[in-house]
């Protein structure tokens, strides 16, 4: 890349990682490594990517839309316990967690990285907005473990995986699953997600999905129509094909499940993210953060080290000492 990127965070998979990662408990006997590790490893990385602004995206209690189409939709579904890592030696609770994404939210404010959220929406598709509107033309670093997000990944936008710990562009996607990224919601309609409770045709995996729709596998552009009739057109030359068709209705569902682009997301909302963003103005506030660390029983971090990694943010300004 060329010219610096932006750099388009994860919220929720960022914070879930870093609480099972980071075994960091405060001086007042409670577990903070979730809040920690996400700010040690979003310094880690704006050090590496030295981005020209930080957008991070924050889950708004799971899509209403998708639920409506699937009720079991991620169903259940709930974050890693920390203790099953630990051997229960570090108290694990839901209110612990919903209480370091208070604790981290109010800290992130000190920080020159711009916030986003929408009710009733997923971090992903705050992430599929920004992607493919108000940043479509920016160079992209997208930090998430979540493959969902191999569908915006194109010639400005690769991705940082957590998981990984390594970047992901569109061509390491095309070796992996030997489909383009620009069709990776097309194979995952037919696949099925079984994390999200998403489910796929049976017998079908993103190989199979490679050898029985080949064009999956060129930068033609491809509708979820064209693979429909493509079936149709070659229903007699194997099983897959029919299997495919008698479940049309659930590919059609399955697609609207896991395609992002941002519609997902109310035109209200739209605009309120679009607002946000032309009027952040990035702000260093070092008393503001030491504060809430130090209410917080923490006193091993390094706020210093931690600011320096911002200093490649554009506009930044310092906050006036009172």
């Known amino acids: 890349m060329s010219e610096r990127p932006v750099l388009i965070v994860d919220a929720m998979n960022l914070f879930v990682r870093s609480y099972c990662a980071y075994p960091t408990m405060s001086a007042h006997g409670y577990q903070m490594g979730g809040c920690i590790g996400f700010l040690k490893t979003l310094r880690r990385i704006t050090y590496e990517v030295q981005p020209k602004a930080v957008y991070v995206c924050w889950e708004g209690g799971g899509s209403t839309k998708r639920r409506r189409l699937l009720p079991e939709y991620k169903l259940g579904r709930a974050p890693g316990k920390l203790n099953r ?10 209110e612990n967690r919903k209480h370091q994404v208070e604790q981290l939210l109010a800290m992130t404010r000190c920080t020159p990285i711009c916030q986003l959220y929408a009710a009733d929406a997923e971090g992903d598709d705050l992430v599929a907005y920004l992607c493919c509107a108000p940043l479509r033309g920016e160079e992209k670093v997208i930090v998430s473990s979540d493959k969902d997000l191999y569908q ?49 045709i049976k017998g079908i995996g993103f190989r199979t999905v490679a050898r029985v729709f080949p064009f999956l596998g060129t930068d033609q552009d491809v509708l979820l129509q064209d693979v429909i009739n493509y079936a149709h057109a070659h229903e007699e030359e194997s099983r897959l094909y029919k299997r495919i068709l008698e479940h049309e209705d ?16 109310p035109a209200h909302q739209r605009l309120a993210v679009d607002q946000r963003i032309q009027g952040f103005v ?18 091993d971090f390094d706020t210093e080290d931690f600011f320096f990694a911002f200093r490649c943010i554009e506009g930044l300004q310092l906050k006036a000492q009172g």
């Open 85 to 94: 890592f630990y051997e229960d030696d570090i108290p694990d609770s839901e």
């Open 152 to 200: 915006l990944l194109d010639e400005r936008t690769r991705l940082y995986s957590l998981q990984k710990k390594t970047f992901v562009t569109k061509e390491t996607v095309m070796e992996e699953f030997r489909v383009q990224a620009k069709h990776f919601a097309l194979a995952k309609a037919l696949c099925g997600d079984p994390g999200d409770n998403v489910p796929g």
């Open 250 to 265: 659930e590919v059609r569902r399955n697609w609207r499940l896991v395609y992002l682009d941002g519609a997902m997301l």
């Open 282 to 299: 990035p702000r260093m506030d070092r008393p503001g953060l030491v504060r809430a660390l130090v209410k917080e029983g923490i006193g």
